[in-house]
C-alpha cells in the first residue's frame, strides 16, 4: 500500500482506501488532521512517503518561508515519491482578467485568499511555470520538475480549473 500525505488539508481531507494510505495534515487542530503540526516537521520517518501533496498550500507562505517545506518533502518521500504542487496560475488569471473574462473580485481572490477572519486564507506568495521550477530545484535535489498530467490517485481530492497551476517533483 503507498502513503499519501496531504500537506495544508484544511478544508480538503484525502480519504485512505485500499491503495492509498492518507495522513491529513494541517497547522489548525479546527479541521481535524491526523497530524496537527507545521508542514516543515512532520513526525514520520525518512524516505515513508509515496506522495506529498500542497494542494493550495504553498501560496500561503511568504517569500523564502517555504523552504523548510519544500525540504521536509524530500525527506520524507521515497526514491520515486512525487511532491504534487497545485497553485493558482498567476499568469492565466492575469490575462482573463485583463481581459475582461473575470471581474476584479475573482482575480483579487485568487491572488491576496479568500481570507475569513484568519491570518492562515491569505496568499503571501504567488509562482509562475518557470519561478516554482527554480524554488523547487533551489530548495532540494529532484530527479525532475514537470507539469503534473493529472492521474487519478485513489482518495484524493484535486479542484482542476483552468486558473490551477499544477506541477509534480519526483525524488530521484
Request: net charge negative; hydrophobic share 40%.
Amino acid at each position: 500500500m503507498k502513503v499519501g500525505l496531504n500537506v495544508g488539508s484544511g478544508q480538503r481531507p484525502f480519504t485512505s482506501n485500499p491503495e492509498v494510505n492518507w495522513y491529513n495534515v494541517d497547522s489548525q487542530e479546527k479541521w481535524h488532521p491526523d497530524f496537527c503540526c507545521d508542514g516543515a516537521n512532520i513526525p514520520t520517518a525518512d524516505e515513508s512517503a509515496d506522495y506529498f501533496i500542497l494542494h493550495h498550500c504553498l501560496e500561503h507562505y511568504g517569500l523564502g518561508e517555504a523552504s523548510g517545506l519544500i525540504q521536509e518533502a524530500h525527506r520524507v518521500l521515497k526514491h520515486g515519491g512525487r511532491l504534487l504542487i497545485f497553485i493558482p496560475d498567476v499568469k492565466a488569471l492575469a490575462r482573463k482578467w485583463l481581459d475582461g473574462g473575470i471581474n476584479d473580485y475573482i482575480f483579487m481572490v485568487n491572488m491576496m485568499g479568500a481570507y475569513c477572519g484568519d491570518e492562515a486564507d491569505r496568499h503571501r506568495w504567488h509562482y509562475t511555470e518557470q519561478g516554482l521550477k527554480e524554488f523547487l530545484y533551489n530548495c532540494a535535489e529532484w530527479e525532475k520538475v514537470i507539469p503534473f498530467n493529472w492521474t487519478v490517485i485513489p482518495g484524493s481530492d484535486f479542484a482542476r480549473d483552468w486558473w490551477i497551476l499544477a506541477y509534480e517533483a519526483v525524488k530521484g
